[in-house]
């Protein structure tokens, strides 16, 4: 089972953001596609997006779910998400994130906190990726890491942010979806 996609042709100098934007989006629904379990039952994908800013200001569940319609994919979404929100803080009841995996009916749960690149960070990420992961997988559903970014201050700090998401992803058996490295 691949759990990864290789996104280093998005990373052309002078590619426009845009192209590089719809790439990491198709290397998303990619993973998706790639990774179920079993045979997809009626009515596509079903995915929950589970994170915070970076999930929600340019909507990426709604991306996601037009960009597979775009190529013949049927996603529904839905997204417990809420600002400056770490795996730590859905756990804790900031979001209705645990409720909606229970209801079940997922083929992917779709984790993300910030960049994470701090070895403390990279450790809460792993530590609450693998609290989530029971809850996911009783519910049948796989957990599915999605990789972000560092802000440009910080773009230095890309590989670890890679790093963390991906030892994240592996702690579980999860999928890793290196969005951010579009």
Same mark, same amino acid.
């Given at each position: ?27 998303? !629904? ?56 770490? @795996? ?12 909606? !995996?229970? @209801? ?15 070895? $403390? ?33 910080? $773009? ?6 890679? $790093? ?19």
């Amino acid at each position: 089972m691949k759990t990864e996609i290789d996104l280093s042709s998005a990373r052309t100098p002078g590619a426009r953001p845009q192209w590089r934007h719809l790439l990491a989006v198709l290397a998303f !629904i990619g993973c998706l596609r790639g990774n179920s379990p079993e045979p997809l039952p009626p009515g596509g994908i079903h995915v929950l997006f589970v994170g915070n800013s970076l999930t929600y200001v340019n909507d990426l569940p709604g991306m996601v779910q037009a960009t597979g319609a775009a190529v013949g994919e049927t996603i529904r979404v839905s997204s417990a998400v809420g600002a400056d929100l770490a @795996l730590i803080d859905h756990l804790n009841g900031a979001t209705n994130a645990v409720e909606q !995996i229970k @209801l079940g009916g997922w083929q992917f749960v779709v984790l993300q906190q910030g960049p994470s690149s701090l070895q $403390v960070s990279r450790d809460s990420l792993i530590l609450w990726t693998r609290m989530f992961d029971p809850i996911v997988r009783a519910a049948g559903a796989q957990t599915a890491l999605y990789m972000v970014w560092p802000s440009i201050d910080r $773009v230095a700090l890309f590989d670890d942010v890679r $790093v963390s998401y991906q030892q994240a992803a592996q702690a579980v058996s999860g999928v890793f979806m290196p969005a951010g490295a579009a």
